[in-house]
Nanobody, 123 residues
Framework: QLQLVESGGGLVQPGGSLRLSCAAS????????VGWFRQAPGKEREGVSC????????NYADSVKGRFTISRDNAKNTVYLQMDSLKPEDTAVYYC????????????????WGQGTQVTVSS
């Protein structure tokens, strides 16, 4: 069974930090590009970041550049999203997803999705 499980979400004040983890089972994550997506209430699903199989290439949405960092540890079969300088606008359910093709922020190209983890940024 192929599964991705996100963890690390929670409540944080503006300006704070969180690190999300995406752990894979039933697949070797090193064979996949991995993306992070988020969806806030009443808004469309938004691509946040993606990372290539080797970690050599990364992409970020303009809204998070300079604040978020995607990384991976293939030995642990895990991808991370370090989120710094968090803003209330970052509040959303965050999902990780895996694709055998390319690093992209287009949701339709991803084959496997996690269940999501809630991130709430509020004072």
């Amino acid at each position: 069974q192929l599964q991705l499980v996100e963890s690390g979400g929670g409540l944080v004040q503006p300006g704070g930090s969180l690190r999300l983890s995406c752990a894979a089972s039933g697949l070797t994550l090193a064979y996949y590009a991995v993306g992070w997506f988020r969806q806030a209430p009443g808004k469309e699903r938004e691509g946040v970041s993606c990372i290539s199989r080797s970690g050599g290439s990364t992409n970020y949405a303009d809204s998070v550049k300079g604040r978020f960092t995607i990384s991976r540890d293939n030995a642990k079969n895990t991808v991370y999203l370090q989120m710094d300088s968090l803003k209330p606008e970052d509040t959303a359910v965050y999902y990780c997803a895996a694709t055998y093709t390319v690093c992209t922020v287009a949701p339709a190209l991803y084959d496997y999705w996690g269940q999501g983890t809630q991130v709430t940024v509020s004072s």
